[in-house]
């Protein structure tokens, strides 16, 4: 089943006379189930395509289909249920709430949506152990190390189980051996749940686990490979 489909994306930012064409002509196609990564240097569009596959940009041309929906189409507040109900972000500068504890970052996406509190402090304290952060859950981002932080973003990101999880760099701050933890854990919810990931990266350590690679650059993609 075709989860997330993009038609002849452009994206392109004006910079003063010129423009600079992020993405050209990206058509992709992403099952259901599949664990794969966009690699290409710095700057060749791996985070402006995740987000705008994420809903969170607009192409300036093309379109974007994720679970059977075309995103232009969508109202903000649509887009938005979409991405609460079916999407978990990790960003590459993991984007927590300051004022908020670790336990309270990863409990926030699962207060937007209908959950009984009971299932709800479970489901975060399985997901902080899951990640080995259990005992920073009271620990607020400034307390946290860069790895610890991202290992709660990551956790944040996963909670709710969602259907698509869009990574962007996930392990720019953790040493090998996290890194390990991480992707061995991602590697687990997709084999079990189905849950379909995209990474942005150039991490050998994350790129040695996809089982596709799409190489970008400059914005268009080069090369599409099914690993084995
Ligand atoms: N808001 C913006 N305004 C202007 N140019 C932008 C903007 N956001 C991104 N760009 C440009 O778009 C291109 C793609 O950026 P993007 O962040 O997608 O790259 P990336 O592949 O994720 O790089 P990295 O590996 O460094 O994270 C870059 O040339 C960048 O400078
Ligand atoms: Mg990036």
Redesign the pocket.
Known sequence: MVLVKTRNLLKC?P?GLRT?T?LRKINLEFQRGEFCGLI?P???????LLNIIGSLDVPSQGSVTVLDKKIEELSHVEAARLRRNHIGFIF?TYNLLPLYTAYENVEFPLLLIDMPEAKRKKKVMDALDWLGIADKAESRPAQLSGGESQRVAVARAIVKLPDLVLAD?PTANLDAENSFNILEMMVKLNQELNTTFIF?T?DEKVIRYLRRKIHLVDGQVVKDEIVN
Not at 42 to 48: L, M, P
């Open positions: 930012y910079m600079l992020a290409g710095s700057g060749s569009g791996k985070t402006t590459q760099e942005a150039h």
